[in-house]
């Protein structure tokens, strides 16, 4: 393939509209029945979504809210989670995770991740637990389930709660036990860019028991309950019925989806080997007992050439980013923390070398050459420079 003809193409990083596009007159058609009924608010929609996803979970209850955030701030307020608690978090996670302890007043307590997964270690969890610690939040992230045998093993040793983060996980399971159904509350996000993305903001809490999961609904909806009586302080979290009726629509297709996504994973595997580039990068690791549904596809590019890289797939009209190039623990927001360079070794590594590439279900097996043909000529031409 020619420099040329790549310049010509591009391959979008991520493409929502194709998608979309497919679903379109199914789409439009459920929200025509969301306008015309008028139902904006605590439509039937948003019941039938509940019940879909609660399925899809394996939990009995699943409670609507207004983004994957909001069902993290949720989670803690129903577990009561309060100013000076401590809530161990992993530090390679996109912000909402600890921004939701930190909006009550607890403590985000940074661990490191499993340098292969990129999930929360057990063993940094147990260094750090103390006598403050209120709750753990295992992230799953880029669609891999954390360990979640170990992390609950330790946390009933030590009698804590589970919140799931399952943003980038919905579909995903670990040793045959779905994302969500492992904690005493799991979070899901439906922003955009999800596996099960809609047209705007939306998440979702599910649990396993009755009366954890009326105080999530409580809580949600102001403390309401009868109108304008108020039993708790809440917040205003509701999904939209235009929303849920959208996700209605394409949560049917999630396996399909997610099937897309494996292939695509897959192939990369294959293409990454057959032109040796796996002794330039490390592709990302697939644990055995892992159900994964790649929301994203990160490599790892090491020798401080990671950023090169990127700006070079850039030039090609090739689409990455970077998640995260800045770990919680160093935000600024956090500097009164007290963590700093260095003491989070293997997260501040993948912050380092990570590099996402495009692995949405829409992805053509030619933009995928595409890729890789971009990656191959980057270490060919780096090549040459150094012998030079």
């Given at each position: ?276 580039l796996t002794r330039w990068i490390e592709l990302p690791h697939h644990a055995p007992e892992a159900l994964h549904v790649w929301n994203q596809y990160g490599i790892r590019v090491p020798d401080g050439l990671r950023d090169a890289m990127r700006k070079h797939l850039s030039e090609m009209n090739i689409g990455n980013e970077v998640y995260y190039p800045v770990p919680l ?60």
């Amino acid at each position: 393939m020619s420099k040329d003809n790549i310049n010509k193409t591009a391959v979008p990083l991520l493409d929502v509209n194709r998608g979309n596009r497919l679903l379109r007159d199914e789409i439009l058609q459920s929200i025509a029945e969301v306008v015309d009924s008028g139902r904006f608010l605590h439509g039937p929609q948003v019941g039938e979504l509940e019940c879909t996803v609660a399925g899809i979970c394996e939990t009995p209850h699943a409670i609507a809210c207004a983004s994957g955030s909001d069902a993290l701030l949720l989670a803690l307020m129903a577990l009561d989670i309060q100013q000076g608690d401590e809530v161990i978090v992993p530090s390679f996670t996109f912000f909402a995770t600890a921004s939701a302890v930190s909006r009550l007043g607890a403590i985000p307590v940074f661990v490191d991740i499993d340098p292969l997964t990129y999930n929360m270690s057990p063993e940094a969890v147990e260094a750090n637990v103390t006598s403050r610690t209120k709750a753990l939040i295992p992230v799953h992230l880029f669609g891999q389930c954390a360990a979640m045998d170990q992390l609950n093993a330790i946390a009933q040793k030590h009698n804590l709660p589970v919140i799931e983060d399952a943003a980038q996980a919905i579909g995903a399971a670990y040793l045959g036990k779905p994302a969500g159904a492992w904690g005493d509350i799991g979070c899901l996000s439906f922003y955009p860019t999800k596996n099960l993305g809609g047209m705007g903001d939306g998440g979702m809490m599910v649990c396993h028991d009755a009366d954890m999961a009326a105080k999530l609904r409580l809580l949600a909806s102001h403390g309401m309950q009868p109108r304008y009586h108020h039993k708790l302080v809440g917040i205003n979290s509701r999904l939209d019925t235009i929303q849920a009726a959208v996700l209605n629509v394409k949560i049917a297709h999630l396996q399909e989806y997610s099937d897309a996504r494996q292939k695509n994973a897959n192939r990369y595997a294959e293409l990454f080997q057959a032109e040796g580039l796996t002794r330039w990068i490390e592709l990302p690791h697939h644990a055995p007992e892992a159900l994964h549904v790649w929301n994203q596809y990160g490599i790892r590019v090491p020798d401080g050439l990671r950023d090169a890289m990127r700006k070079h797939l850039s030039e090609m009209n090739i689409g990455n980013e970077v998640y995260y190039p800045v770990p919680l623990h160093l935000q600024e927001c956090f500097r009164d923390l007290g963590y700093f360079d260095g003491c989070l070794p293997h997260t501040e590594a993948a912050s380092r070398e990570i590099l996402h590439l495009p692995i949405y279900p829409e992805l053509s097996e030619h933009e995928q050459d595409m890729v890789v043909a971009g990656i191959k000529r980057f270490y060919a031409s780096a090549t040459l420079r150094r012998a030079a």
